[in-house]
Each structure stands twice: as C-alpha cells, then as structure tokens.
T-cell receptor
C-alpha cells in the first residue's frame, strides 16, 4: 500500500452535473498530481499541485479544476460533466525534488457519467 | 509531441520463465522513467525507476534497461510468478515543464501456471 487514499471509490453522475473527488497524500509528500485513465488506456496527466498552487497542467479544459490544502490533501473538481469524462481518476503524491520525486498512486475513483 | 508506446500489447509467459516488456519513447529530453504495474481495479503500483544518466538498474526480480540511443526502455522480470499478471506501463518525464508523467497504453502480462 502506498498510503495514498482517494474517495469516493465509485461515483455515478449524469451529464451536466458537477463532481468533487478527494485525495490524501502519503505522509511526508508535498505534491499531488491528478490523472485520468480511460478504459484500456494509460493515465493522462490533468494537473499537479505543489504548495497549494497549480504546478503544471495537461491538455484538459478549464472545467477541470483543483485545490490543494495546507495538509497537502487535494480535490479534483469537474463541472458540466460529459459522457467522455467517465474514467478512473487517479491521484499520485510525491515529494518534489530532483531525486525523491517518484509518484505513488492511490486506488482511484471510478466515475461513470450517464 | 511526447509519446510513450509499447511494442506488444499482450504477453503470455510460463510460470518460472523470464519476462521482457519493451517500451519506446519519443522525447529525447526525458530524464526519468518509471515502470508501473496495475492490477485490475487498482491504481498503478511503482515497480522500478531509472534516470537518464543510467543504463541499467536492478531491483528485486526486476531489471530496467535504458537505451537512450534508440530511445528504448525495457523491464525484465525474472522467474515470473502468477502474481505478476497485470498491465505494465512505462512512463516518462520530460525535463521541461512540471513533474508530470506521460504514459503509454500498457502491456498486459499473463502468467500461465
């Protein structure tokens, strides 16, 4: 186990709704990255948070937003849900630095949009 | 753009044999590479990593080889066990931009008892 936890485990929403996913990072880590994994594909980078600020973003629209809190936990918010947003959402925590930045993943949240 | 690809989408091996999973990457600026194992319904699990200043790194039953000349990465698993059955991803990180990883599609390894 990595010590990275995510909630909820599963979630079902309908098109147009909003969703918030949560992630608690591994003890001692200061960075959280979020990834979207569609069925049968590799994870795709959404964004990363370091010291409560966005520290890089992938090719995702602005309706994907996030937060990082002082205890380094993080939220991923998705507005105006679309059917294609159905995926496994993964968070990974790390300690940002040159030699200690391995990303450790949580179990993911399975989001289904109907 | 950056891409990480795998030569073989599926691989079946007999229990006890060695497994080799290959990966090609396109960004010569990438400085860090990681292999992850993902079992059904779980998040990716870190296996082993290697930095671009190395050619080889060994762990417990696993070895990662990096050939920067041809931009190729491989994961060798010795004495493959049924518990090794999973999807394996290689991921790369570019020195440019944030500490984000680019993943390939993955290779499904099936170990035959």
């Amino acid at each position: 186990e990595t010590g990275v936890t995510q909630s909820p485990t599963h979630l079902i929403k309908t098109r147009g709704q909003q969703v918030t996913l949560r992630c608690s990072s591994q003890s001692g880590h200061n960075t959280v990255s979020w990834y979207q994994q569609a069925l049968g594909q590799g994870p795709q980078f959404i964004f990363q948070y370091y010291r409560e600020e966005e520290n890089g973003r992938g090719n995702f629209p602005p309706r994907f937003s996030g937060l990082q809190f002082p205890n380094y936990s993080s939220e991923l918010n998705v507005n105006a849900l679309e059917l294609d947003d159905s995926a496994l959402y993964l968070c990974a925590s790390s300690l940002l630095g040159l030699d200690t930045d391995t990303q450790y993943f949580g179990p993911g949240t399975r989001l289904t949009v109907l | 753009g950056e891409s990480v690809g795998l030569h073989l989408p599926t691989l079946s091996v007999q229990e006890g044999d060695n497994s080799i999973i290959n990966c090609a990457y396109s960004n010569s600026a990438s400085d860090y590479f990681i292999w992850y194992k993902q079992e059904s319904g779980k998040g990716p699990q870190f296996i082993i990593d290697i930095r671009s200043n190395m050619d080889k790194r060994q762990g417990q039953r696993v070895t990662v080889l990096l050939n920067k000349t041809v931009k190729h990465l491989s994961l060798q698993i010795a004495a493959t066990q049924p518990g090794d059955s999973a999807v394996y991803f290689c991921a790369e990180r570019s020195v440019v931009g944030a500490n984000n990883l680019f993943f390939g599609t993955g290779t499904r390894l099936t170990v035959i008892p």
